[in-house]
């Protein structure tokens, strides 16, 4: 019985840790980057997608590129210190495929944190405050 409770808590304590991410309907960018040949590579592309103001300074942008093998990769960008009162940092994942000279977005998930005090400081999908 002692090592069910163990187990349980174990469970429980693991499977809250799990992000949660909002999924973006990825057809509309698709549309976007169609037939174009001159993106370099994953990083260019999900830069391209977050598209912040060209009349802003560049936020400190932080890219991570993984190969999943083949042509195939997930790109994460962390936007941090943003201009808001509530929402410190943003994240978009970004999983896509290259055939040839063409790349195509397979998905595109999203999550936040928000500053202390005004939500959750770690990362997730409820409003901060």
Not at 6 to 26: A, G, H
Not at 51 to 63: A, D, G, M, R, V
Not at 78 to 87: G, N, V, Y
Request: net charge negative; proline share 5%; hydrophobic share 35%.
């Amino acid at each position: 019985m002692r090592n069910f409770f163990i187990i349980s808590v174990f469970l429980l304590i693991f499977s809250s840790c799990s992000e949660e991410f909002v999924i973006v309907d990825v057809s509309k960018f698709n549309k976007e980057i169609e037939g174009k040949t001159d993106i370099l590579g994953p990083e260019e592309i999900i830069i391209l997608y977050y598209n912040y103001p060209p009349n802003e300074s560049k936020p400190p942008l932080e890219i991570i590129v993984d190969s999943l093998g083949g042509n195939n990769f997930k790109v994460t960008l962390i936007s941090s210190k943003l201009p808001d009162d509530s929402q410190e940092a943003e994240k978009i994942v970004m999983t896509l495929t290259r055939n040839g000279e063409m790349w195509k977005v397979l998905d595109i998930k999203k999550n936040w944190r928000c500053y202390r005090g005004r939500g959750h400081t770690g990362w997730g999908i409820d409003p901060c405050e």
